[in-house]
């Protein structure tokens, strides 16, 4: 990946050491996934000491659920993704780290990933003068944001951050690129006690950022998303491109989560996958795509290696087999919740199917108009 080794080469230059992914599965206690760069660094910026390699560089994989319902939809949101990230962990004073992280990143847009220097604003909390002299040096446009601050989960350190904007040349949309983090407080209060060395941290989602370098509207559009999307849609015989693009991104994220040695169950990272799986299940019943094609389709796609992708079909297949065992036993639920009705099942019937059987309102959908179509 051409890109890949472009933010290598590029933050090595400014003597960033590479880092490579750490498992999407979180080490965190507190949480299930990695879901930014930063959460990687979170305990040593917690602990404010240098670190021994106090300089990083990284893409790392995440998984968030937060934008579950954005999936597919917004054209900007995923579960799983690459996030790239530079990182200064209490290596210097506020204006040589603002001044390095600041530029590093900049200069990477514009120098590396040829976006136009035109179309990028920076955001700044008022009362970060030292950021905004350094936007102001590389004469880059700022707009004043009160919510550009941090605090560390402990809430023991707190600090300011600023953002690397796209704006579209045409529509003048507003795209958040870059989100750079300095912890430079102790304590929670902005403005006290100033340490004499600070910490950084940064995310830049890898989707976002090439899809501007093409110029899609979508990152589903982009070359990272585009062959996989037209496969499931060449394959399904009821075309919805929001669902197709739905079921990419579930799509890499359990295929990535299994590759990663992750199974489907009922705790914790394990249940969420299940839920993934299930619903790809049912997406592929809506717009008639055979499950193991789908299957086969994205273990192709995110996964390189052949003995991953039989384990990854075999996980697939074992879940849907389950699966398709409740639904056996929710199918004849609903039958008989059809057989005391007049009309359509309510939602109370609904509710009740798809949280005792598994039996989501879309396959209780799905079977109404079969049943339909049957009595026409």
């Not at 990143?105 to 990028?120: Q, V």
């Not at 950021?131 to 102001?136: L, N, R």
């Not at 049912?282 to 273990?299: D, E, M, T």
């Amino acid at each position: 990946m051409k890109l890949r080794n472009d933010i290598k080469n590029h933050f090595g230059n400014y003597s960033f050491r590479w880092k490579e992914s750490e498992p999407i599965v979180s080490l965190n206690q507190k949480l299930l996934f990695n879901i930014s760069g930063g959460v990687v660094f979170e305990d040593a910026i917690a602990r404010g000491l240098t670190a021994n390699t106090p300089r990083i560089s990284s893409i790392q994989t995440c998984l968030r659920t937060d934008g579950w319902e954005k999936i597919g939809i917004s054209g900007r949101h995923h579960l799983a993704f690459d996030m790239l990230g530079h990182f200064s962990l209490y290596e210097n004073d506020e204006l040589t780290v603002k001044n390095l992280m600041i530029e590093s990143a900049w200069r990477f847009l514009i120098d590396c990933a040829g976006i136009n220097s035109h179309n990028l604003l920076a955001t700044v909390h008022p009362q970060d003068i030292v950021s905004q002299k350094v936007w102001e040096g590389l004469g880059v446009k700022t707009i004043s944001n009160n919510e550009n601050v941090t605090s560390v989960p402990s809430k023991t350190m707190c600090g300011l951050r600023t953002e690397i904007v796209w704006q579209h040349p045409e529509t003048m949309k507003l795209t958040e690129l870059w989100n750079l983090v300095f912890t430079q407080f102790q304590g929670n209060t902005l403005f006290h006690s100033p340490m004499g060395k600070i910490a950084a941290d940064s995310g830049a989602s890898i989707d976002r950022i090439v899809t501007v370098i093409e110029h899609c509207s979508s990152n589903y559009e982009n070359s990272l998303w585009k062959q996989v999307v037209q496969s499931l849609e060449e394959c399904s015989v009821n075309h919805s491109y929001t669902k197709v693009c739905r079921l990419a991104d579930l799509g890499k994220a359990s295929t990535l989560l299994i590759s990663q040695g992750l199974a489907p169950g009922n705790k914790a990272a394990e249940y969420v996958l299940r839920r993934i799986i299930r619903e790809a299940y049912v997406i592929c019943r809506q717009i008639s795509l055979p499950f193991r094609k789908f299957g086969v389709i994205s273990s192709n796609y995110w996964v390189s290696v052949e003995t991953t992708q039989n384990t990854i079909l075999q996980v697939l297949t074992k879940e849907i087999s389950k699966f398709e065992q409740s639904l056996v036993r929710g199918r004849k639920e609903y039958l008989k919740l059809k057989s005391q009705k007049t009309g359509l099942l309510n939602e109370h019937d609904i509710k009740y199917l798809a949280s005792t059987f598994g039996y989501s309102a879309v396959l209780t959908e799905l079977d109404e108009c079969s049943d339909r179509k049957e009595s026409v």
